[in-house]
Each structure stands twice: as structure tokens, then as C-alpha cells.
């Protein structure tokens, strides 16, 4: 019995240490893809005001979990690169980016890598706003997104659609969009579905797609402006 007391206190203590990140003034130091991994699994978990701070590069595939990953575990906190990068290697379906659902602030990141999706709504940083106050700042992303969608795909070099408007104030997309079969995307915003601001943006990246309406910086336009 006392043998198998101090086997399941080890397996608990195992556990937990999975779940320890170091914190500085409240922040959480991310140096690692197991950090951003549970600093993902924390937000996932209800600590969506969470906030974060990359210490170093990290590689990063999403056999982890991704940041937010649903509508009502938004990510709603601050997530600064601190001018560091993480490569995705990431294969999925339906909003296949780091923060699927995004609320809060991404600043000083660059993001470089490939997302192999089968679904809508992929982007190099976030698929959804669901914030009329959600800011991109300081972000250069060289991701290569392989679509296999056959049709309306909605990517987006940056944020796949500001479903609640966003600002992208300072960003960057260099990296392809593909699909033989995909259309309807947008160089940094797949579709602004309300007022989003594009203040200082550029893209330089590729859209190898389907002859369809893909457009440069955003798709409906009338929602996007600086």
C-alpha cells in the first residue's frame, strides 16, 4: 500500500512539473516548445488573460496544443516574440494557425514555417479575431500555407478573417499561399468581415492559387483601410 501511495505521488509530481513555467512580474517566460506548449494548454484551460513572453526561438508542430483554441478559450492576453521566431510545422483541418481564436494583443513575432491544411481559415498567425480591440504589431511571417481546399478557403497570410475587426499596424507577409484548388484568400487577411485597420502593412509574399477572387491585402475591402 505505502508502495503504491509513493508511486501515484510520483506520477502526480510528473504531472504538475508538466505544467511548470517560469513567471517574471506576472509573465510567463516561454523558451521552448514543451513552454508553449503548456502556456497553450493554460489558455485552453479558462487563463485566457495570460500573458507571455518568447525568450528564445522555438520550434513548434501542433501534435501540441494550439493557443486558443476555441471561440470561448479566446486568447485574450499578450503574446510578445520579444523579436524572436517560431517555425510551425503544423497539418490539419479548420483553422490550423498558432492562435486559432484570437482576442488580445501578438507583437514583436516572426512566425516561419509550413501549414499543410484541409480546411478553411488558415493563417500564419491567427485564423479568427473575435475583438474589435485585437492588435497585430511588429509580425513578419514567411509561413508557406499548402491548402487542398477545393473552393472557398479563406486563408490569410497573417489573420484568416476579423470576424469582430482588428488592427495589423507594422506587419509583414513574405510566404506563399497555395492551393490548385483553393480560392478566395487574402495576402494578410483572408476576409474582413467588419472594420479592420491596415496601418504600415506589407506583403511581399506568393498566392499560387485558383483563378477566383484572392486579393492582395484583404478580401471586402470596404471593411479594410488604414
Known sequence: MVK?????????????????????????????????????ELVNGGETTANAVLTADVEYSNTGALIGATTDKAFAG?????????????????????????????????????????????AGIASHSRAASTLLKNCAVFVNIVSSVDGDATHGGILGVADSGATLENCWFGGTISGEKSKYCGGLVG????????????????????????AVFSRDSSNAGT
Request: include cysteine; proline fraction near 1%; hydrophobic fraction near 40%.
Open 191 to 214: 476576409f474582413a468581415s467588419t472594420k479592420t485597420y491596415l496601418n504600415n502593412c506589407l506583403n511581399t509574399g506568393k498566392m499560387e492559387l485558383a483563378a477566383a477572387y484572392n
Open 78 to 122: 499578450t503574446f510578445d516574440g520579444q523579436g524572436h521566431k517560431v517555425t510551425l510545422n503544423f497539418e490539419g483541418g479548420e483553422n490550423t494557425s498558432l492562435f486559432p481564436q484570437l482576442a488580445g494583443t501578438i507583437c514583436n513575432l516572426t512566425v516561419d514555417g509550413t501549414i499543410a491544411t484541409s480546411g478553411k481559415f488558415a
Open 4 to 40: 503504491r501511495l509513493l508511486t501515484s505521488a510520483m506520477v502526480l509530481l510528473v504531472g504538475l512539473t508538466g505544467w511548470a513555467l517560469d513567471q517574471k512580474d506576472g509573465v510567463y517566460q516561454i523558451g521552448s516548445a514543451d513552454d508553449l506548449q503548456a502556456f497553450a
